[in-house]
């Protein structure tokens, strides 16, 4: 055989594969993709219901349980309106940046919901310590019921954590395996919505109306657990 008859051979060979008809299917193959299920796709607001919905089990029950702030009849009506909707708008915001993704996209963007996140945690602090309304005679002071201010803030600043230590471990459960990258943005906007939601409830519940218990125990709390959020996503998340 000469070589330079290779071509024509190999042509010819290519030509007879062409004409022979492939092999059908087995039946363990067919009866493998006839099984097949299209997968389930995430919704956009589903885990952002999810968390508001669980999370707000707590703070719903204590709202119902205890009896609302003594002093809330005597204060400013557009302070009071003002405040909770500044706490309830950053817990909206915070959690929505953080789980819910902009239209056409599949994930949240952690930057983005690292930078709404700290904009309206700042605008509670600043609302806070600019105008704390208070009602002689009837608002309480850390003295009043006989404890400092730092001891005051104990158990306002334990029970923002325990709001935001739920909305943790839901926002954890429902992003471990979708989420590549940026666990400390979203995490840090998680804990914020979780920390203004109990903000939020103790602008209805906490007697004590003083300037830097409010600024601490309410607002000092929710930045921490915004801290905590990023914290321990970044660390169990690993990224």
């Known amino acids: 055989m000469k070589s330079e008859d290779s071509p024509e051979i190999d ?25 097949i299920e299209p997968v389930r796709t995430r919704t956009r607001f589903g885990a952002f219901l999810i968390v508001a919905t669980v999370g707000a089990i ?10 609302l702030r003594r ?36 994930l949240p963007s952690a930057g983005r919901a690292a930078r709404i996140s700290a904009i309206a945690m700042g605008l509670v602090l600043a609302f806070t ?14 003295e009043d019921v006989g404890k400092t201010l730092i001891q005051s803030c104990w158990g306002c600043g334990k029970y923002v954590l325990q709001v935001a230590a739920i909305f943790m ?12 990258v940026g666990g400390r943005g979203v995490g840090l906007a998680v804990g914020a ?14 007697p004590i109306a003083t300037t830097g ?15 905590a959020g990023a914290l321990i996503f970044q660390g169990l998340l690993g990224r």
Not at 73 to 102: C, D, E, F, N
Not at 193 to 205: D, F, I, R, S
């Open 71 to 106: 002093d809330l009849g005597a204060l400013p009506a557009p302070w009071v309106a003002i405040g909770a909707a500044l706490w309830a708008a950053t817990l909206v915001l915070s959690l929505a940046a953080a789980l819910v993704p902009a239209r056409g996209e599949v």
């Open 193 to 206: 919505a979780g920390g203004a939601l109990g903000g939020l409830a103790l602008h209805l519940l906490c």
């Open 129 to 142: 310590a600019v105008w704390t309304a208070f009602a002689p005679g009837v608002s309480l002071r850390p």
């Open 213 to 227: 218990h409010v600024l601490l125990s309410h607002g000092g709390a929710m930045v921490l657990a915004s801290l």
């Open 169 to 180: 471990v839901l926002g954890l459960v429902l992003l471990r395996r979708v989420l590549p």
């Open 11 to 35: 042509e010819y060979l290519l030509r007879s594969a062409r004409q022979v008809p492939a092999p059908p299917p087995s039946a363990e193959i067919l009866k493998a993709v006839g099984a």
């Open 58 to 67: 707590w703070p719903a029950y204590t709202l119902i349980r205890f009896p």
